[in-house]
């Protein structure tokens, strides 16, 4: 589908992939919504801000030819607090809708729900923490009552099992309401929103060249993810440069981000299957690598090494001799171990058929990143909106069309051996040069993108930057968004001790999703 099919007044944007940016009207948002719908255009993401006092606008971002992005501003008249619900089209528009209603007070006029989402009880229903009149800060009189309304299953032999949110172990808390016939879940419903820590406000009091540190703590296990995407979008505002050796390295991190959740999943998919040595496995070798990371970039998860301009430090070319050995290294024992997985009749009899997502429902509701793939959606942004180094680099985009666990392992043994081929060809051809651009603190206003494919799938940042350098609205996108409502139904049909090999073979982010 071509932007200009929409008869849209749109400006192209200046970044490193393909973005155009327009306002529309209230009939142009529903049309246009309907259009993108219609030629299988996905929905990235949909946030609210208040530009000025009163002053509302509703912002949505789609994917409308995979890899060619429209950003879509909708202005709200001043005293109208109401936009038109565009779920209808977009299933997973649901809950960011939702979002906007708890955060701003903005309701998506028509839709089928409007249930809080983020909001637990712990601020009155009159109180919308992301307006310019509110800090965030302000402690309510008293908890609200939080008698959140679950959809009941009703039928002879239907009961109900609560999950959550606080679990056994050490995740991150999330309830899960399944109705069930026996062990056969009929219907799962989840209710996030309890690691929502107000970061979209807390960005209001951080520089702009500051604010990569708070983007990269969203969610630890993709801070590299994260704060190139922050970056990104900061370094096209203010157009600088970043030094070729930067943009490498930068994509060293990533691949190593990448491989390091890839081999904990791996092991934890092994164990939730009843298959310890395999978690034993993985997790040894994901401790080197980690540890490695300790000692060449000053963290096991690299946070805080990806910043405005490069990155924080350079790696020598011991260093680079060390990435390389241990690449070797994993690539031997992570495919003897694919093997044994392969082979091992008790893990394929839990892998295969389980948590199914046909290629119809994960284009349906928006599926994507590695989940996306393992259901014959062939999209990253690595390849679909390649920027430098990715433009030099030919990205093997692994997919498979089963859309079961046993698809999801493929895939993320795939994408284990291409991320190890592509450090092997970065390590190799890395350019010498500076690390990073010479620093300033102050650049122009504006406002621009950045869109990175992080290890779970692309993560988009949409940035304001006012006129003494602080950020004036940040919104981050992880695409746990698309893809939690996506398990509700992968579970359907499957035994309930079955829910926590479906839900680990996705992974999702509580803490990024929640924000």
Same mark, same amino acid.
């Given at each position: 589908?071509?932007?200009?099919?929409?008869?849209?007044? !749109?400006?192209?944007?200046?970044?490193?992939?393909?973005?155009?940016?327009?306002?529309?009207?209230?009939?142009?948002?529903?049309?246009?919504?309907?259009?993108?719908?219609? =030629?299988?255009?996905?929905?990235?993401?949909?946030?609210?801000?208040?530009?000025?006092?009163?002053?509302?606008?509703?912002?949505?971002?789609?994917?409308?030819?995979?890899?060619?992005?429209?950003?879509?501003?909708?202005?709200?008249?001043?005293?109208?607090?109401?936009?038109? +619900?565009?779920?209808?089209?977009?299933?997973?528009?649901?809950?960011?809708?939702?979002?906007?209603?708890?955060?701003?007070?903005?309701?998506?006029?028509?839709?089928? +729900?409007?249930?809080?989402?983020?909001?637990?009880?712990?601020?009155?229903?009159?109180?919308?923490?992301?307006?310019?009149? =509110?800090?965030?800060?302000?402690?309510?009189?008293?908890?609200?009552?939080?008698?959140?309304?679950? !959809?009941?299953?009703?039928?002879?032999?239907?009961?109900?099992?609560?999950?959550?949110? !606080?679990?056994?172990?050490?995740?991150?808390?999330?309830?899960?309401?399944?109705?069930?016939?026996?062990?056969?879940?009929?219907?799962?419903?989840?209710?996030?929103?309890?690691?929502?820590?107000?970061?979209?406000?807390?960005?209001?009091?951080?520089?702009?060249?500051?604010?990569?540190?708070?983007?990269?703590?969203?969610?630890?296990?993709?801070?590299?993810?994260?704060?190139?995407?922050?970056? *990104?979008?900061?370094?096209?505002?203010?157009?600088?440069?970043?030094?070729?050796?930067?943009?490498?390295?930068?994509?060293?991190?990533?691949?190593?981000?990448?491989?390091?959740?890839?081999?904990?999943?791996?092991?934890? $998919?092994?164990?939730?299957?009843?298959?310890?040595?395999?978690?034993?496995?993985?997790?040894?070798?994901?401790?080197?690598?980690?540890?490695? =990371?300790?000692?060449?970039?000053?963290?096991?998860?690299?946070?805080?090494?990806?910043?405005?301009?490069?990155?924080?430090?350079?790696?020598?070319?011991?260093?680079?001799?060390?990435?390389?050995?241990?690449?070797?290294? !994993?690539?031997?024992?992570?495919?003897?171990?694919?093997?044994?997985?392969?082979?091992?009749?008790?893990?394929?009899?839990?892998?295969?058929?389980?948590?199914?997502?046909?290629?119809?429902?994960?284009?349906?509701?928006?599926?994507?990143?590695?989940?996306?793939?393992?259901?014959?959606?062939?999209?990253?942004?690595?390849?679909? &909106? &390649?920027?430098?180094?990715?433009?030099?680099?030919?990205? #093997?985009?692994?997919?498979?069309?089963?859309?079961?666990?046993?698809?999801?392992?493929?895939?993320?043994?795939?994408?284990?051996?291409?991320?190890?081929?592509? $450090?092997?060809?970065?390590?190799? #051809? *890395?350019?010498?040069?500076?690390?990073?651009?010479?620093?300033?603190?102050?650049?122009?206003?504006?406002?621009? &993108?950045?869109?990175?494919?992080?290890?779970?799938?692309?993560?988009?940042? &949409?940035?304001?930057?006012?006129?003494?350098?602080?950020?004036?609205?940040?919104?981050?996108? +992880?695409?746990?968004?698309? #893809?939690?409502?996506?398990?509700?139904?992968?579970?359907?049909?499957? $035994?309930?001790?079955?829910?926590?090999?479906? #839900?680990?073979?996705? =992974?999702?982010?509580?803490?990024?999703?929640?924000?």
């Amino acid at each position: 589908m071509d932007i200009n099919d929409l008869e849209l007044n !749109v400006t192209v944007m200046p970044t490193p992939f393909p973005l155009s940016r327009g306002e529309v009207t209230p009939d142009e948002w529903v049309s246009t919504a309907l259009a993108i719908a219609e =030629n299988h255009g996905r929905l990235v993401t949909l946030w609210g801000s208040e530009k000025r006092k009163g002053q509302f606008v509703i912002s949505a971002v789609y994917d409308i030819d995979g890899g060619k992005l429209l950003w879509l501003d909708l202005p709200i008249p001043k005293g109208v607090g109401k936009y038109p +619900d565009i779920s209808t089209f977009f299933p997973a528009a649901t809950r960011m809708q939702r979002v906007i209603k708890d955060l701003l007070g903005l309701d998506a006029e028509g839709a089928s +729900d409007n249930r809080p989402w983020l909001s637990h009880g712990a601020w009155p229903e009159n109180y919308f923490p992301l307006r310019k009149e =509110n800090t965030g800060h302000e402690t309510p009189s008293q908890d609200q009552v939080d008698d959140y309304q679950f !959809v009941s299953v009703a039928g002879e032999g239907v009961h109900e099992i609560a999950v959550g949110p !606080v679990h056994a172990g050490i995740i991150e808390p999330g309830h899960f309401r399944f109705s069930v016939v026996g062990e056969k879940t009929l219907r799962l419903e989840e209710r996030l929103g309890y690691t929502h820590k107000g970061v979209d406000k807390a960005f209001e009091n951080f520089s702009a060249v500051d604010g990569y540190q708070l983007a990269g703590r969203m969610s630890g296990d993709s801070t590299v993810a994260y704060s190139w995407s922050y970056c *990104m979008s900061l370094e096209n505002i203010w157009k600088w440069n970043v030094p070729k050796r930067a943009l490498w390295l930068r994509a060293v991190a990533l691949e190593r981000e990448r491989i390091a959740n890839h081999l904990g999943d791996l092991g934890a $998919i092994g164990n939730d299957a009843g298959f310890a040595f395999g978690l034993s496995q993985f997790m040894r070798l994901r401790e080197d690598w980690l540890r490695l =990371n300790k000692s060449l970039f000053a963290h096991r998860l690299m946070m805080d090494y990806i910043c405005p301009g490069g990155v924080e430090r350079d790696i020598d070319r011991e260093g680079l001799t060390q990435i390389l050995s241990q690449c070797h290294e !994993v690539e031997s024992e992570v495919r003897s171990l694919q093997g044994i997985y392969d082979d091992h009749s008790g893990l394929q009899d839990r892998f295969l058929t389980t948590g199914t997502v046909s290629n119809e429902l994960a284009m349906t509701l928006g599926l994507t990143g590695l989940a996306g793939r393992a259901s014959g959606i062939a999209h990253d942004v690595r390849v679909n &909106a &390649a920027s430098e180094p990715y433009t030099d680099l030919l990205v #093997n985009v692994s997919t498979r069309v089963s859309g079961d666990v046993a698809a999801r392992v493929d895939v993320r043994f795939d994408e284990v051996f291409e991320s190890l081929r592509l $450090i092997r060809y970065l390590v190799d #051809n *890395m350019p010498e040069g500076a690390i990073r651009k010479e620093f300033v603190r102050r650049g122009p206003v504006g406002s621009s &993108a950045g869109w990175i494919e992080g290890w779970r799938g692309g993560i988009f940042t &949409a940035l304001d930057v006012d006129s003494t350098g602080q950020v004036a609205r940040c919104h981050i996108h +992880d695409p746990s968004w698309q #893809n939690w409502p996506v398990i509700e139904y992968a579970v359907i049909g499957d $035994i309930v001790p079955d829910f926590p090999l479906i #839900n680990k073979s996705f =992974n999702l982010s509580y803490s990024g999703h929640d924000r």
